[in-house]
């Protein structure tokens, strides 16, 4: 009996080996994931030394693409910022694709603690391993440890010109009349040298 059971169970392993056996075959397409982005995140002193840490909000996700490269566009309402001086408002711009080291989960209406250490065409350029996250209390409590408080954002405005204390004012008023300019002095001196003058003349006339 034994013998038959074990002449079954080595006629049922041999069966996908025969010669119309089907081989069968594994999707794996499904588990091959896309490329990431091959540079390694940034420690969080690094991420602080970058020339743009900010906070804010997402209002809106748009796509742009130029020469086959599409970017992803963030417009962002600042709330406040630890670098950069960043005004009420802000774009960020990142590549579309992970392999890129594009931002990735960014949506709006959400809240960010946004990282960038460059700026080209008036947007903050924005790479995933520069550390973009969700503007989480332990990571805004982390950065003010290392960066002191955040500034509050307010809407850029020029600054106002002023005016160098030591400039020279021109004096637009008329030119003083002649009479107005004579005073008591001149006219004693004017005095003085007629008198002389004639006493110069009569000593002359006496010799």
């Known amino acids: 009996m034994r013998r038959f059971v074990a002449q079954g169970a080595l006629a049922l392993v041999a ?9 069968l075959a594994f999707d794996t397409s499904a588990a091959v994931a896309a490329p990431a982005c091959s540079t390694p ?3 969080l002193a690094q991420k602080s030394r970058l020339n743009f840490v900010f906070t804010g909000e997402v ?5 742009s693409s130029k020469n086959g490269s599409q970017t992803k566009v963030y417009s962002v309402a600042v709330e406040s910022w630890w670098s950069g001086n960043v005004g009420e ?13 594009g931002l990735t989960g960014v949506r709006e209406g959400e809240r960010y603690v946004f990282f960038a250490d460059n700026e080209r065409a008036g947007r903050l350029q924005a790479r995933s391993y520069e550390g973009t996250a969700p503007a989480r ?5 982390d950065l ?17 010109v ?7 004012v021109l004096d637009s008023s008329a030119p003083p009349k ?8 001149a006219i004693g001196v004017l005095a003085g040298a007629l008198l002389l003058g004639l006493g110069t003349v009569l000593g002359r006339r006496e010799r």
Not at 15 to 23: K, M
Not at 144 to 160: D, N, R
Not at 162 to 168: K, M, N
């Open 41 to 43: 995140e940034l420690t």
């Open 59 to 63: 209002t809106d996700v748009a796509v």
């Open 15 to 23: 069966l996908p080996l025969g010669a119309g056996a089907v081989p």
């Open 137 to 141: 209390p332990s990571l805004r409590r």
């Open 144 to 160: 003010t440890a290392l960066l002191g408080q955040p500034t509050p954002a307010t809407a850029t405005e020029p600054a106002p």
């Open 89 to 101: 408002s802000v774009k960020v711009a990142s590549p579309a694709r992970v392999a890129d080291c």
């Open 162 to 168: 002023e005016l160098d204390p030591t400039s020279t």
């Open 178 to 185: 002649l009479a107005d300019a004579i005073t008591p002095a």
